[in-house]
């Protein structure tokens, strides 16, 4: 009932939207949705955030067949982080492997007591020398106790002790009982001092499908890993959010800082939602020191939004990466990598690249009207404030969410030119008419009381004068 209430009072307000036309915005995309709802909703492309000319996205209309505006809301959908739900310290036995060792010789000594009687020697000592191969162990993985874990699925986490570096590419098997055993997963720990930098790779190893037991191994020949705890931790189940990539090629400015610092800039041309940068780092073995730094405009300054050691690195055919950050989401357009270069300039082959990782916006959509329906974008004289003409459709999106109605699925058509580039050029700002008013207001004021007070002046003095008229007749 609250639903029908609610569309009602959208298809009243939405008939009073029409001051735009389609003509007033640059460009457009055709809308394609099956009529079976009230609410439609889309992702937006990236050509709409490299167009518009607001931040804010104020100029995107939605236009039906009749070119009347329909209303429409933008939202980013929001993901709550996940939340440790249980955590649980696992039992775990070390595994050996035996090793053959080298040879060793070794000689036995017998000692006697000798016959008795005239001749014979008290005692008998007789030696006997034989070689003899001897076996050593050594450590080739760990068993896993998982018979107290209930929760599925879960992560193990590892803490490898010592202080000495290692690398090693375990694999995990899973049996329930010792005899037969199946793959689950294989992953890589390391610990690693790298030109004065200390790099260290704890993963933590998604477990699907409990097994009662679980085997942890390295290959043979490989550095052994002395682990000192193992915790099975499990995480609330979250949907990951939609994230797009943009790859921002480099520009090295003829302009730099001071020696030991180099400076690349890159553009993204466009308003993207961004809260993820990964440094896209070229060659072989590469390791950085970046600041990560942008504005919304060449006018602004420099704002700092993260830094640290990047790098990608193979070492025994192993790879190794540290080259995301996540950021607090900004629409800022221009960005600035400074890199601390100790040994010199870079070579320009290898100026790593900038991606961006941006979430689009959802857009609703009310279904008002007959089609074809247009998403026009891109107006350079309409203001910030003009905002969205949403007109209550919050409201029903809740309603809708609560009484788990699907929302209806639209799709991007072909792209369609509406008033052309021409429309993402500002006007003139208009004469300021209304200062003009004032200040002839207040200059005629002005020139009203010169004149009353000359006239007063005049009239005082023509009284002076017949005064002294008088007195002389």
């Known amino acids: 009932m609250r639903i029908s209430v609610v569309l009602i009072i959208l298809l009243l307000l939405g008939q009073t939207a029409g001051a735009l ?58 993901q709550e982080p996940p939340q440790i739900v249980r955590q649980d310290d696992v039992p775990f036995s070390p595994l050996y492997d035996p090793v053959p060792g080298g040879t060793v010789r070794q000689i036995e000594t017998r000692i006697a007591r000798g016959a008795e009687g005239a001749g014979k020697a008290p005692v008998a000592i007789t030696q006997s020398i034989r070689d003899k191969k001897e076996a050593t162990r050594q450590l080739s993985g760990y068993l896993l106790d998982m018979s107290a874990i209930t929760v599925d699925p879960f992560r193990l986490q590892f803490k490898v002790g010592g202080e000495s570096d290692f690398l090693a590419t375990v694999t995990l098997e899973g049996s329930d009982d010792l005899t037969d055993w199946s ?24 477990i699907r499908g409990g ?11 490989t550095q052994s890993l002395r682990i000192d705890g193992i915790r099975a931790v499990s995480y609330s189940s979250v949907q990951p959010p939609v994230r797009n990539w943009t790859a921002l090629p480099p520009v090295l400015p003829e302009k730099q800082l001071a020696a030991g610092r180099i400076v ?14 990964r440094v896209g780092l070229a060659g072989g073995n590469n390791l950085i020191q970046g600041v ?12 700092i939004r993260g830094q640290g050691t990047f790098y990608r690195l193979q070492q025994q055919g192993v790879a190794l990466r540290h ?14 990598l400074e890199i601390a270069a100790e040994d010199g300039a870079f070579s320009r082959d290898v100026l790593p690249q900038l991606e961006l990782g941006w979430r689009p916006h959802t857009l609703y959509f009310l279904d008002q009207g ?14 910030s404030v003009s905002g ?34 021409q429309m993402l050029i500002a006007l003139p700002p208009p004469p300021p008419w209304k200062k003009w008013l004032l200040w002839g207001v207040l200059i005629s004021g002005v020139l009203l009381i010169g004149g009353m007070a000359y006239s007063l002046y005049c009239q005082m003095r023509s009284a002076r004068v017949a005064d002294k008229a008088d007195k002389g007749a």
């Open 21 to 78: 036309t389609r003509e007033d915005f640059a460009a457009g995309f055709a809308l394609q949705f099956q009529p079976a709802g009230a609410v439609h909703g889309l992702l937006l492309p990236e050509k709409i955030y490299t167009t518009v000319v607001h931040a804010d996205l104020a100029d995107v209309r939605v236009f039906n067949g009749d070119g009347n505006v329909v209303p429409h809301l933008l939202r980013i959908e929001q």
């Open 183 to 206: 793959y689950i997963n294989r992953e890589t720990l390391a610990r690693l001092n790298y030109q004065g930098h200390r790099l260290e790779k704890n993963a933590e190893i998604l």
């Open 211 to 221: 097994k009662r037991y679980i085997r942890l191994s390295w290959p043979a020949g």
């Open 264 to 277: 690349l800039e890159y553009d993204s041309k466009g308003f993207l939602q961004v809260d993820t940068i």
């Open 292 to 303: 990560i730094k942008s504005r919304p405009d060449r006018e602004a300054g420099w704002r």
């Open 323 to 336: 080259d995301t950050l996540s950021v607090p989401m900004t629409t800022d357009r221009y960005w600035q």
């Open 370 to 383: 007959e089609g074809p329906y247009i998403l026009a974008f891109g107006n350079g004289r309409m203001g």
């Open 388 to 421: 969205s003409p949403e007109n209550g459709l919050k409201d029903l999106l809740q309603d809708i969410a609560q009484q788990k109605t699907i929302i209806q699925t639209a799709l991007i058509g072909k792209e369609i030119t509406l008033g052309g580039p």
